[in-house]
Protein backbone atom coordinates (compact mmCIF):
# COMPACT_ATOMS: atom_id res chain seq x y z
CA UNK A 1 0.00 0.00 0.00
CA UNK A 2 1.38 3.32 -0.82
CA UNK A 3 2.17 6.04 2.27
CA UNK A 4 -0.52 7.85 1.36
CA UNK A 5 -3.24 5.47 1.16
CA UNK A 6 -1.85 4.82 4.84
CA UNK A 7 -2.33 8.11 5.71
CA UNK A 8 -6.02 8.99 4.03
CA UNK A 9 -7.19 5.41 5.69
CA UNK A 10 -5.30 6.44 9.14
CA UNK A 11 -4.70 10.30 9.72
CA UNK A 12 -1.43 9.41 10.68
CA UNK A 13 1.44 8.76 9.73
CA UNK A 14 4.77 8.30 12.00
CA UNK A 15 8.41 10.14 11.34
CA UNK A 16 9.85 7.40 8.80
CA UNK A 17 6.77 7.49 7.06
CA UNK A 18 6.35 11.43 6.77
CA UNK A 19 10.00 11.31 5.78
CA UNK A 20 9.28 8.85 2.56
CA UNK A 21 6.41 9.94 1.62
CA UNK A 22 7.99 13.83 1.65
CA UNK A 23 11.20 12.33 -0.19
CA UNK A 24 9.40 10.10 -2.76
CA UNK A 25 6.03 11.42 -3.84
CA UNK A 26 4.58 11.89 -7.61
CA UNK A 27 1.16 12.70 -8.65
CA UNK A 28 -0.69 9.97 -7.72
CA UNK A 29 -0.13 10.55 -4.10
CA UNK A 30 -0.93 14.09 -4.19
CA UNK A 31 -4.46 12.87 -6.12
CA UNK A 32 -4.91 10.57 -2.82
CA UNK A 33 -3.62 13.10 -0.43
CA UNK A 34 -6.28 15.80 -2.34
CA UNK A 35 -9.48 14.02 -1.91
CA UNK A 36 -8.84 12.71 1.59
CA UNK A 37 -8.01 16.19 2.64
CA UNK A 38 -10.97 17.43 0.96
CA UNK A 39 -13.02 14.94 2.41
CA UNK A 40 -11.62 15.87 6.10
CA UNK A 41 -12.20 19.81 5.56
CA UNK A 42 -15.79 19.34 4.58
CA UNK A 43 -16.66 16.88 7.58
CA UNK A 44 -15.88 20.24 10.12
CA UNK A 45 -16.28 23.11 7.73
CA UNK A 46 -18.35 21.82 4.40
CA UNK A 47 -17.42 24.22 1.85
CA UNK A 48 -16.72 27.76 3.19
CA UNK A 49 -13.78 29.61 3.20
CA UNK A 50 -13.08 32.01 5.54
CA UNK A 51 -11.68 35.33 4.41
CA UNK A 52 -9.01 37.62 7.17
CA UNK A 53 -8.27 41.13 6.11
CA UNK A 54 -4.37 41.34 6.67
CA UNK A 55 -2.72 44.79 7.32
CA UNK A 56 0.83 45.17 7.87
CA UNK A 57 1.47 47.58 9.93
CA UNK A 58 4.97 48.06 10.47
CA UNK A 59 7.86 46.93 8.92
CA UNK A 60 10.56 47.93 11.20
CA UNK A 61 11.84 44.65 13.12
CA UNK A 62 14.40 44.24 15.64
CA UNK A 63 15.14 40.80 14.66
CA UNK A 64 17.34 39.67 11.78
CA UNK A 65 15.89 36.39 10.57
CA UNK A 66 18.07 35.53 7.43
CA UNK A 67 15.54 34.61 5.42
CA UNK A 68 12.76 37.78 5.74
CA UNK A 69 12.58 40.89 3.94
CA UNK A 70 12.26 43.24 6.73
CA UNK A 71 15.14 42.03 9.26
CA UNK A 72 16.46 44.25 10.95
CA UNK A 73 19.76 44.70 8.73
CA UNK A 74 18.52 45.04 5.18
CA UNK A 75 19.23 47.82 3.68
CA UNK A 76 16.90 47.37 0.89
CA UNK A 77 13.92 48.79 2.75
CA UNK A 78 11.81 52.05 2.67
CA UNK A 79 10.59 51.41 6.56
CA UNK A 80 7.34 52.77 7.77
CA UNK A 81 5.04 52.24 10.74
CA UNK A 82 1.34 53.27 10.83
CA UNK A 83 0.10 55.30 13.54
CA UNK A 84 -2.28 54.04 16.15
CA UNK A 85 -5.33 55.95 14.25
CA UNK A 86 -4.47 54.70 11.10
CA UNK A 87 -4.84 51.27 12.17
CA UNK A 88 -7.88 51.51 13.62
CA UNK A 89 -9.69 53.34 10.37
CA UNK A 90 -7.79 50.70 8.36
CA UNK A 91 -9.55 47.98 10.28
CA UNK A 92 -12.92 49.31 10.80
CA UNK A 93 -12.86 48.98 6.44
CA UNK A 94 -13.06 45.41 7.35
CA UNK A 95 -17.01 44.65 7.82
CA UNK A 96 -17.90 46.65 4.59
CA UNK A 97 -15.56 44.69 2.73
CA UNK A 98 -17.01 41.11 3.74
CA UNK A 99 -14.13 40.80 6.36
CA UNK A 100 -15.00 39.24 9.65
CA UNK A 101 -11.15 38.98 11.13
CA UNK A 102 -8.59 41.59 10.79
CA UNK A 103 -5.15 40.06 10.73
CA UNK A 104 -2.44 43.16 12.46
CA UNK A 105 0.84 42.23 11.32
CA UNK A 106 4.52 43.53 11.46
CA UNK A 107 7.80 43.14 12.16
CA UNK A 108 8.64 43.22 15.70
CA UNK A 109 8.35 47.37 16.42
CA UNK A 110 9.13 48.15 20.22
CA UNK A 111 7.31 51.38 19.26
CA UNK A 112 3.93 49.13 19.98
CA UNK A 113 4.08 49.02 23.07
CA UNK A 114 1.35 47.03 25.20
CA UNK A 115 -0.35 50.48 26.03
CA UNK A 116 -0.38 51.29 22.34
CA UNK A 117 -1.37 47.94 21.32
CA UNK A 118 -4.15 47.75 24.03
CA UNK A 119 -5.91 50.90 22.59
CA UNK A 120 -5.85 49.80 19.25
CA UNK A 121 -7.35 46.83 20.07
CA UNK A 122 -10.22 48.09 22.91
CA UNK A 123 -11.02 50.84 19.91
CA UNK A 124 -11.48 48.51 17.23
CA UNK A 125 -13.51 46.23 19.57
CA UNK A 126 -15.59 48.91 21.11
CA UNK A 127 -16.61 50.50 17.69
CA UNK A 128 -17.16 47.11 15.65
CA UNK A 129 -17.37 44.24 18.35
CA UNK A 130 -17.80 41.46 15.98
CA UNK A 131 -14.58 41.47 14.13
CA UNK A 132 -12.28 38.89 15.56
CA UNK A 133 -9.06 40.26 16.08
CA UNK A 134 -5.62 38.55 15.36
CA UNK A 135 -2.19 39.71 15.97
CA UNK A 136 0.89 38.11 14.47
CA UNK A 137 3.61 40.55 16.34
CA UNK A 138 6.41 38.23 16.98
CA UNK A 139 7.74 37.26 20.66
CA UNK A 140 6.12 39.42 23.40
CA UNK A 141 6.50 38.72 27.10
CA UNK A 142 3.63 36.74 29.02
CA UNK A 143 2.23 40.07 30.98
CA UNK A 144 2.44 41.43 27.32
CA UNK A 145 0.35 38.43 25.37
CA UNK A 146 -2.29 38.70 28.74
CA UNK A 147 -2.63 42.42 28.46
CA UNK A 148 -3.58 42.45 24.34
CA UNK A 149 -5.97 39.22 25.27
CA UNK A 150 -7.33 41.11 27.76
CA UNK A 151 -8.13 43.91 25.71
CA UNK A 152 -9.60 41.91 23.26
CA UNK A 153 -7.31 40.31 21.09
CA UNK A 154 -8.89 37.02 19.88
CA UNK A 155 -6.32 34.87 18.02
CA UNK A 156 -2.06 34.79 18.01
CA UNK A 157 -0.26 33.75 14.96
CA UNK A 158 3.47 32.78 15.47
CA UNK A 159 4.90 30.27 13.22
CA UNK A 160 7.83 28.05 15.31
CA UNK A 161 9.27 28.13 11.62
CA UNK A 162 11.54 25.43 12.63
CA UNK A 163 10.86 23.18 15.70
CA UNK A 164 14.75 21.64 15.08
CA UNK A 165 16.74 23.34 16.86
CA UNK A 166 19.96 22.81 14.53
CA UNK A 167 18.04 24.21 11.59
CA UNK A 168 16.06 26.53 13.84
CA UNK A 169 19.64 28.18 14.39
CA UNK A 170 20.42 27.59 10.26
CA UNK A 171 17.90 30.29 9.43
CA UNK A 172 18.37 32.60 12.65
CA UNK A 173 20.82 34.21 14.89
CA UNK A 174 22.35 32.84 18.07
CA UNK A 175 20.13 35.45 20.41
CA UNK A 176 16.96 34.36 18.31
CA UNK A 177 15.83 30.83 19.97
CA UNK A 178 13.65 28.12 19.52
CA UNK A 179 12.64 27.32 23.16
CA UNK A 180 11.60 31.39 23.35
CA UNK A 181 9.39 30.57 20.04
CA UNK A 182 7.94 27.18 21.89
CA UNK A 183 7.51 29.03 25.11
CA UNK A 184 5.57 32.13 23.31
CA UNK A 185 3.52 29.58 21.73
CA UNK A 186 2.67 27.65 25.03
CA UNK A 187 1.77 30.70 26.58
CA UNK A 188 -0.73 31.81 24.18
CA UNK A 189 -2.50 28.90 24.34
CA UNK A 190 -2.94 28.90 28.04
CA UNK A 191 -3.62 32.52 27.66
CA UNK A 192 -6.84 31.76 25.98
CA UNK A 193 -5.91 32.48 22.23
CA UNK A 194 -6.44 30.79 19.16
CA UNK A 195 -3.05 30.07 18.14
CA UNK A 196 -1.57 30.03 15.14
CA UNK A 197 1.56 28.20 14.38
CA UNK A 198 3.31 26.70 11.03
CA UNK A 199 6.36 26.61 8.71
CA UNK A 200 7.72 27.68 5.51
CA UNK A 201 8.36 24.76 3.26
CA UNK A 202 11.92 24.83 1.04
CA UNK A 203 13.84 27.18 3.88
CA UNK A 204 17.16 26.85 3.11
CA UNK A 205 19.08 24.01 4.65
CA UNK A 206 15.82 22.39 5.80
CA UNK A 207 15.88 18.16 5.44
CA UNK A 208 12.66 15.99 4.93
CA UNK A 209 13.60 15.24 8.60
CA UNK A 210 13.50 18.58 9.74
CA UNK A 211 9.79 18.97 8.17
CA UNK A 212 8.30 15.74 9.61
CA UNK A 213 9.40 17.04 12.90
CA UNK A 214 7.68 20.12 12.02
CA UNK A 215 4.42 18.65 10.79
CA UNK A 216 4.75 16.36 14.31
CA UNK A 217 5.27 19.50 16.21
CA UNK A 218 1.79 20.88 15.17
CA UNK A 219 0.08 17.20 15.79
CA UNK A 220 1.63 17.14 19.51
CA UNK A 221 0.92 20.78 19.63
CA UNK A 222 -2.76 20.82 18.32
CA UNK A 223 -2.75 24.26 17.49
CA UNK A 224 -6.45 25.90 15.76
CA UNK A 225 -4.58 27.27 12.63
CA UNK A 226 -1.69 26.53 10.99
CA UNK A 227 0.27 28.47 8.25
CA UNK A 228 2.06 27.27 5.69
CA UNK A 229 3.67 28.31 2.93
CA UNK A 230 6.93 27.86 0.60
CA UNK A 231 10.52 29.93 1.26
CA UNK A 232 10.80 32.27 -1.45
CA UNK A 233 14.35 34.46 -2.00
CA UNK A 234 14.32 38.31 -0.24
CA UNK A 235 16.51 40.83 -1.24
CA UNK A 236 19.04 42.01 1.18
CA UNK A 237 19.18 39.20 3.08
CA UNK A 238 21.69 36.44 3.59
CA UNK A 239 19.43 33.86 1.49
CA UNK A 240 18.67 36.14 -1.60
CA UNK A 241 20.93 34.29 -3.84
CA UNK A 242 18.61 30.39 -2.40
CA UNK A 243 16.17 28.69 -4.10
CA UNK A 244 12.90 29.03 -3.59
CA UNK A 245 10.50 26.22 -1.75
CA UNK A 246 8.27 23.87 -4.27
CA UNK A 247 4.94 24.54 -4.74
CA UNK A 248 4.11 20.29 -5.38
CA UNK A 249 6.04 19.68 -1.63
CA UNK A 250 4.06 22.70 -0.19
CA UNK A 251 0.85 21.73 -1.70
CA UNK A 252 1.70 18.01 -0.37
CA UNK A 253 2.40 18.88 3.21
CA UNK A 254 -1.03 21.16 3.33
CA UNK A 255 -2.99 17.58 2.73
CA UNK A 256 -0.92 16.01 5.25
CA UNK A 257 -1.31 18.43 7.29
CA UNK A 258 -5.24 18.68 6.91
CA UNK A 259 -5.82 15.26 7.31
CA UNK A 260 -3.66 14.56 10.44
CA UNK A 261 -5.28 18.18 11.59
CA UNK A 262 -8.69 18.04 10.44
CA UNK A 263 -10.38 20.72 12.38
CA UNK A 264 -7.53 23.68 11.98
CA UNK A 265 -8.04 26.41 9.96
CA UNK A 266 -5.39 26.39 6.81
CA UNK A 267 -4.89 29.34 4.49
CA UNK A 268 -3.77 29.49 1.32
CA UNK A 269 -1.11 31.21 1.84
CA UNK A 270 -0.41 34.43 -0.04
CA UNK A 271 3.33 33.25 -0.89
CA UNK A 272 1.13 30.22 -2.40
CA UNK A 273 0.55 33.18 -4.91
CA UNK A 274 3.29 34.66 -5.35
CA UNK A 275 4.80 30.73 -6.67
CA UNK A 276 1.90 30.53 -9.03
CA UNK A 277 -0.85 32.45 -10.37
CA UNK A 278 -2.59 29.04 -9.44
CA UNK A 279 -1.80 28.32 -5.89
CA UNK A 280 -4.34 29.44 -4.08
CA UNK A 281 -6.56 27.51 -5.45
CA UNK A 282 -4.40 24.58 -6.03
CA UNK A 283 -3.78 25.28 -1.99
CA UNK A 284 -7.73 25.18 -1.72
CA UNK A 285 -7.19 21.70 -3.16
CA UNK A 286 -5.65 20.21 -0.64
CA UNK A 287 -7.51 21.02 1.86
CA UNK A 288 -7.21 24.83 2.74
CA UNK A 289 -9.58 26.74 4.17
CA UNK A 290 -8.56 30.19 4.48
CA UNK A 291 -7.75 33.35 2.53
CA UNK A 292 -6.05 36.42 3.64
CA UNK A 293 -6.57 39.66 1.64
CA UNK A 294 -4.02 42.19 1.90
CA UNK A 295 -5.76 45.35 3.12
CA UNK A 296 -2.73 47.35 3.96
CA UNK A 297 -2.91 50.75 1.98
CA UNK A 298 -1.51 50.63 -0.83
CA UNK A 299 1.65 53.01 -0.11
CA UNK A 300 2.88 51.05 2.48
CA UNK A 301 2.16 47.63 0.91
CA UNK A 302 4.70 48.26 -1.48
CA UNK A 303 7.21 48.47 1.49
CA UNK A 304 6.29 45.07 3.02
CA UNK A 305 7.94 42.73 1.36
CA UNK A 306 8.66 39.81 3.08
CA UNK A 307 10.05 38.34 0.26
CA UNK A 308 10.41 38.79 -4.10
CA UNK A 309 7.19 38.90 -6.00
CA UNK A 310 4.81 39.49 -3.16
CA UNK A 311 1.40 39.73 -5.58
CA UNK A 312 0.28 43.51 -5.37
CA UNK A 313 -3.20 42.99 -6.55
CA UNK A 314 -4.13 46.01 -9.54
CA UNK A 315 -7.69 46.42 -8.51
CA UNK A 316 -9.07 48.51 -5.14
CA UNK A 317 -9.68 46.12 -2.32
CA UNK A 318 -13.41 46.28 -2.83
CA UNK A 319 -13.18 45.21 -6.57
CA UNK A 320 -10.17 42.47 -5.40
CA UNK A 321 -12.38 41.24 -2.69
CA UNK A 322 -15.58 41.09 -4.86
CA UNK A 323 -13.73 39.17 -7.70
CA UNK A 324 -12.43 36.81 -4.76
CA UNK A 325 -15.64 35.97 -4.03
CA UNK A 326 -17.08 35.36 -7.46
CA UNK A 327 -14.12 33.37 -8.21
CA UNK A 328 -14.26 30.99 -5.01
CA UNK A 329 -18.14 30.80 -5.72
CA UNK A 330 -17.50 29.32 -9.22
CA UNK A 331 -15.30 26.98 -7.71
CA UNK A 332 -18.14 25.60 -5.82
CA UNK A 333 -17.09 27.15 -2.61
CA UNK A 334 -19.30 29.36 0.01
CA UNK A 335 -17.47 32.29 1.47
CA UNK A 336 -18.00 33.03 5.00
CA UNK A 337 -18.08 36.68 5.77
CA UNK A 338 -18.36 35.86 9.92
CA UNK A 339 -15.46 35.62 12.41
CA UNK A 340 -14.57 31.94 11.16
CA UNK A 341 -13.70 30.48 14.24
CA UNK A 342 -11.77 26.96 14.77
CA UNK A 343 -13.13 24.03 15.61
CA UNK A 344 -10.30 22.82 17.44
CA UNK A 345 -11.08 21.97 20.37
N1 LIG B 1 7.20 39.28 13.02
C1 LIG B 1 6.11 38.34 13.00
C2 LIG B 1 5.50 38.21 11.62
C3 LIG B 1 6.44 37.62 10.63
S1 LIG B 1 5.93 37.62 8.95
C4 LIG B 1 6.60 37.02 13.53
O1 LIG B 1 7.78 36.90 13.85
O2 LIG B 1 5.80 36.10 13.70
C5 LIG B 1 4.97 36.15 8.86
C6 LIG B 1 5.66 34.93 8.29
O3 LIG B 1 6.19 35.17 7.01
C7 LIG B 1 6.85 34.43 9.07
O4 LIG B 1 6.44 33.70 10.18
C8 LIG B 1 7.61 33.61 8.05
O5 LIG B 1 7.33 32.22 8.17
C9 LIG B 1 7.09 34.15 6.71
N2 LIG B 1 8.21 34.64 5.89
C10 LIG B 1 9.17 35.51 6.23
N3 LIG B 1 10.09 35.61 5.26
C11 LIG B 1 9.70 34.78 4.27
C12 LIG B 1 10.26 34.42 3.02
N4 LIG B 1 11.40 34.92 2.58
N5 LIG B 1 9.58 33.52 2.26
C13 LIG B 1 8.43 33.00 2.69
N6 LIG B 1 7.88 33.28 3.87
C14 LIG B 1 8.50 34.16 4.65
Not at 83 to 108: C, F, M, N, W, Y
Amino acid sequence: MRISEKLSRSGNLDKKELVELLSSFDGKDLEIISEEAIERRKRFYGDRIFLRGLLEISNYCKNDCYYCGIRRSSTCVKRYRLDKEKIVSEALRAPSLGLGTVVLQGGEDPWYDDETLSWIIREIKGRAPEIAITLSLGERSKESYEKLFESGADRYLLRQESITRKHYRMLHPESQKIEDRVRCLMTLKEIGYQVGAGFMVGSPFQSDEDIANDILFIKHFGPHMVGIGPFIHAEGTPFEKMADGSLEKTLLILGVVRIMNPAVLLPATTALSALSPEGRDEGLKMGANVIMPNITPRKERKEYNLYEGKPDVKLEDEEHIKALVRHLEKLGYKVDGGRGDSLVG
